[in-house]
């Protein structure tokens, strides 16, 4: 697996994340504290919620609102801070959807038809699938590029994506005639170890939609459920091993040494020198122990939040003035460019 680490000063980061209605474990070490790292390094960061995305699937519009309230009020929780970062709905920019109209018009349906990720939503029956959910990866490249952004911090499966959104931006300038209007954005990948599987099963990715509720950390559990889920984790019967080219193929013990490294800001390797020839009878209880530690403050700091939504529309109104003041005059000249009115 090859990291993409090339993010290597202030430039402009945009990333987004669906409003899924309830934030885990994975969300938070696989995303969440990587964009307050970019915060920190002084670049200007655009965080959104794509609530444009999560109506490509059934969904209740009724508890829209409030789970975009819930997205914002995690990424504030986990340490994005608003007054640095702009912290906004999608749906409240509307150069996104202007421009992914463009940008549909730019790919081509061979570009389309190879992104597995419409593959695995759409599932078996993809007549049946919404038309948007097989453009979402051109509202994405919308979502990126309206902002000109340089660096977008995302997982693994998410490169296809961004392979796109470089292709879009790329075939709209030579269309255009406009050679060095949009960045070739990269993506921003964090190593492996931060990727955080499934509780239950190491070779899936820990996921909102996972029935089993024992398979992922929710930051609204309390230290109980933690632990509790800590203990019930799949594992195997063999201590850790003393290094970790010595682990052979065992994808949960993996997780939990991955999750303890990024809880903890270390290294697998560094994990693996501490706990090596212990059984998990010993491990999971330390590792019960840093979990609550490290996030009790942020599911603290969430439920402050969602409890105040007055307070998260004020957040979410200003960062989306501050999302418009950048994104209207890329649109603007877009819109010149393709000869549109107005
Ligand atoms: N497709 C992304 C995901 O499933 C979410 C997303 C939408 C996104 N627009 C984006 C991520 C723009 C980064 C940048 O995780």
Same mark, same amino acid.
């Given at each position: 697996m090859t990291d993409i680490q090339t993010y290597s000063g202030p430039q402009r980061i945009l990333s987004g994340m669906q409003p899924t209605g309830g934030l885990h474990l994975g969300n938070y070490l696989g995303a969440l504290v990587n964009w307050v790292k970019l915060q920190e390094s002084g670049a200007e960061c655009f965080y959104c919620v794509v609530d444009m995305h999560a109506i490509?699937?059934?969904?209740?519009a009724a508890e829209l609102p409030d789970k975009v309230r819930g997205a914002a009020a995690a990424y504030i929780a986990s340490g994005v801070d608003p007054e640095k970062s702009a912290v906004f709905a /999608?749906?409240?920019?509307?150069a996104h959807a202007e421009l992914a109209w463009i940008f549909q018009c730019v790919a081509r349906l061979g570009w389309l038809e190879r992104m597995t990720q419409f593959k695995d939503k759409a599932g078996?029956?993809? +007549?049946?699938?919404s038309v948007g959910l097989f453009t979402y990866p051109v509202l994405q490249a919308a979502d990126i590029l309206v902002?000109?952004?340089?660096?977008v911090p995302v997982g693994e499966d998410q490169k296809q994506h961004l392979e796109l959104s470089r292709d879009i931006a790329a075939r709209f300038m030579r269309d255009y005639d406009c +050679? #060095?209007?949009?960045p070739l954005p990269d993506p921003y990948i964090q190593g492996a170890g931060t990727r955080i599987m499934s509780l239950k099963d190491g070779s899936k990715k820990m996921s909102?939609?996972?029935?089993?509720?024992?398979s992922r950390i929710n930051l609204s559990d309390d230290a109980d459920t933690i632990a509790r889920k800590i203990k019930k984790a799949k594992t195997d019967p063999e201590p850790l091993p003393g290094s970790l080219e010595d682990m052979g193929d065992r994808p949960e013990a993996l997780n939990l040494v991955g999750i303890y490294a990024a809880l903890e800001g270390s290294t697998a390797e560094k994990v693996i020198s501490e706990? #090596? #020839? /212990? #059984?998990f009878g010993a491990f999971k209880p330390k590792l019960a122990e840093l979990a609550v530690e490290r996030l009790s403050p942020v599911a603290n700091e969430y439920a402050r939040l969602i409890a105040d939504p007055a307070e998260m529309d004020r957040i979410l109104t200003k960062g989306a003035e501050r999302a418009r003041a950048i994104a209207d005059p890329v649109i603007k000249e877009v819109k010149a460019r393709v000869g549109f009115w107005g």
């Open positions: 490509t699937m059934p969904h209740a /999608q749906s409240a920019v509307p078996k029956d993809k +007549e049946r699938a902002y000109k952004a340089t660096h +050679e #060095g209007f949009f909102k939609s996972d029935p089993s509720d024992l706990f #090596g #020839g /212990q #059984g």
